[in-house]
């Protein structure tokens, strides 16, 4: 892996893993261009930018990072049990699954819901959720269940989870604050089950690419965080039902 390569991978891992585009879907495609294959390197590369988005989140929120929000960190975990469970139990199954079919066309599948939540659902709700922390343990639970459609490539966890805080009546806001929160415990188990699993591969590593998508993951998730939810301040998901769509059957095309 270049340095060239690791700037790339970085910035496609922060910019997108918070948007509701998958970011598995978008470091296929980036690393089928870039000519890389699955080595010990980018094994160890992909840890450690999800470890840097990690730390994105915890230094947007770190007022949420404190024993006074336990209440709140009870929902998160409650909501990250359907998927660390069902993860866990169905870890062989779920790896099967993997594709660029079934990654282009649940991001097409995803892309049409979205659409049709604007279309359909949002415009009749009414006295919504806008604080993350008036967030119900009901809701969190139902949350956590959307999420676990995420554990099919190319679904965006945090696709799946946006759209399940916006059917149980959270702000498109609120919506994409939870799914930040919950990336927490979601991505750090991830993270640690994969740290545990290629430990012994970062020997091999080239420390400056590691050091360099590290780096540029964390600022690019930090910018991106704040600049998402600005974006929702003034705009709706049509853009992204759109996007994934589009990025789906250009996957496709591509691919075959």
Known sequence: MTLFDSVILGIIEGFTEFLP?????????????LGLDQTNVTKAYEVIIQFAAILAVIFNYKEKFTFKKIDLWQ????????????????????????????VATMF??????????????IPKQTQLIDDVEQVSLKQAMLIGFSQVFALIPGTS??????????????SRKASAEFSFL?????????????LLKHYHEFSGANLTSLAIGFVISFIVATITIKLFLKFLDKFTFVFFGFYRIAFGIILLLIFH
């Open 75 to 102: 929902k998160v975990f409650l909501a990250f049990l359907p998927i660390g469970a069902v993860g866990f139990i169905f870890s062989h199954q779920i790896k099967e699954l993997f594709s660029i079919n079934v």
């Open 182 to 194: 919950l990336a927490f415990p979601v991505m750090s188990a991830v993270t640690a089950y994969d």
């Open 21 to 33: 585009i998958s970011s598995t879907g978008h470091l296929i495609v980036a690393s089928e261009f």
């Open 157 to 170: 966890r945090a696709g799946s989870t946006i759209i399940g805080a916006l059917l149980v009546g959270l």
């Open 108 to 121: 097409i599948i995803g892309g049409i819901v979205f659409l049709i939540m604007e279309k359909f659902v």
